[in-house]
């Protein structure tokens, strides 16, 4: 619940006693790297994301958040690369598109931008 208010701090320690417990909860690990993604502490978010999917390569939302890490860093490359596994796996999700459609925009592909926003709103 402290996620959904944006206070991250509280957040971040009630998924630290969990991971105290079970160091490799992926539910926890993935909520913390989307609180390293939300509070720019992307180095962690990395790790926090990397450790999720080497337990489970087919985690979706750690996929995202890592993407994510990667666009605010200016890393479009590797960011499209990660979104490209997602969609390999889940091609309907309309913020994939979205994020594509970003990325194309920041690496000057128009063309690309301009479809994947189309794709986007065709799933929506």
């Known amino acids: 619940c402290y996620m959904q208010l944006n206070e991250w701090a509280k ?14 909860n992926e539910n926890a690990l993935v909520n913390k790297c989307r609180i390293y993604v939300y509070t720019d502490k992307l180095e962690e978010a990395h790790e926090s994301c990397d ?3 080497g337990k489970n390569p087919k985690s979706v939302a750690a996929m995202f958040y890592k993407a994510e890490a990667f666009i605010k860093q200016k890393e479009f490359n590797p960011a499209l690369e990660m979104l490209e596994k997602i969609q390999n796996l889940s091609p309907s999700i309309g913020y994939l598109w979205q994020l594509k459609a970003k990325v194309y925009e920041e690496l000057g592909d128009t063309k690309q931008a301009a479809e994947a926003l189309a794709k986007s709103k065709q799933i929506s």
Not at 11 to 24: K, N, Q, S
Request: aromatic share 12%.
């Open 51 to 53: 450790l999720v999917l």
């Open 11 to 24: 957040a971040e320690f009630d998924i630290d006693r969990v991971l105290r417990i079970d160091r490799f």
